[in-house]
């Protein structure tokens, strides 16, 4: 996957959900080390209403769909609740209005579970909610499996405008 492919083949996938699998191995291993300073309630709390808002709304209204196109503000929630940057905020403001603690750990356990195990990433308007394979991302994923995706060859890159002898 570069800037131009945004796209990953099944090995860089699996390369991806490894690196979140360790952060999430990195944050488990603080979760046991703290057992006995966590705070149940609020680790509960943060970890169940990433879905309660993020989620779950857009899940009901895919399965109640009969053409399963939703609104477009169901992958907005669903991508701002399982946004690094926003859960980042979120723990930022519980340091600031209630202190530090062991219970926001459930944030990044929440996000790097998903992206680890499940390989739940973010949802782009273009796709299903619920995972439903693309048939054009399918065919473009065989080909590149196949190697008969290759690039074509680059562009060129336009030649510098000539100025004229009298500019």
């Not at 149940?40 to 399963?68: E, N």
């Not at 929630?77 to 209630?98: D, E, F, K, R």
């Not at 998903?114 to 399918?138: C, I, M, T, Y």
Request: proline residues 7%; aromatic residues 16%; charged residues 15%.
């Amino acid at each position: 996957m570069d800037a131009l492919n945004r796209f990953d083949t099944k090995a860089t996938y699996r390369l991806i959900r490894l690196e979140y699998l360790f952060a999430l191995g990195v944050s488990f291993y603080f979760f046991f080390r703290h057992l006995g300073d966590i705070r149940w309630w609020p680790f509960a709390l943060l970890f169940v209403y990433i879905d309660l808002i993020g989620y779950i709304p857009g899940a009901i209204a895919y399965h109640r769909s009969r053409t399963k196109r939703i609104p477009k503000a169901y992958y907005v929630l669903y991508n701002t609740m399982h946004s690094m940057a926003t859960q980042g905020a979120v723990a930022l403001l519980w340091i600031l209005l209630i202190g530090n603690e062991w219970a926001l750990l459930a944030l990044p356990i929440h996000l790097c579970g998903d992206r680890a195990l499940f390989g739940n990433f973010l949802k782009p308007f273009g796709v299903s909610f619920e995972p439903v394979v693309h048939p054009k991302f399918a065919a473009l994923e065989a080909a590149v499996e196949q190697g008969s995706g290759r690039a074509p060859a680059p562009v060129p890159a336009p030649a510098p405008a000539r100025q004229s002898a009298t500019s």
